[in-house]
């Protein structure tokens, strides 16, 4: 049973898969949000069979909702609406960006690559923290 993961960010969108047992995510792409970013979803739902779609939520350092996490919890409730049989969960995102960052930069990553990569590493690691919270 798959998990795709989505980091939706004001700019970018990061995708992750769990392998079929559950165990290890994996980066598979990034999305503009300026694109039709539902279309490359569907896709991926399609090629993936995911039964669950989980979401970052980008909580504040204090635990609060702030007005990202609206967008983002508004999000999921379209993407539920649209895939009714599969489950969609959000998850604390908090500081994956960081650790993905941090990751890039121990790897000797060079900034622009950085940046192509970030958004999918970071979907990575949200994936990848709940599938071990589980």
């Known amino acids: ?65 702030g007005v990202e996490a609206e967008k983002v919890l508004s999000v999921a409730e379209e993407i539920q609406k649209s895939y009714p049989d599969i489950k969609v969960e959000t998850w604390d995102e908090r500081y994956t960006t960081a650790i993905a960052e941090r990751v890039l930069l121990l790897a000797d990553v060079s900034r622009r690559k950085r940046r192509q990569k970030i958004d999918k590493l970071a979907a990575v690691v949200i994936l990848q923290s709940w599938l071990e919270r589980k």
């Not at 290890?24 to 792409?29: D, L, P």
Request: hydrophobic content about 40%; glycine content about 10%; overall charge negative.
């Open 1 to 65: 049973m798959r998990t795709l993961a989505l980091d939706i960010g004001s700019v970018r969108i990061g995708v992750a898969v769990s392998d079929p047992l559950g165990i290890i995510a994996q980066g598979i792409g990034v999305w503009s949000t300026e694109s039709n970013w539902k279309l490359s979803l569907d896709e991926c739902v399609n090629k993936y069979e995911p039964n669950t779609i989980l979401i970052g939520l980008p909580v504040r350092t204090t635990g609060e909702k």
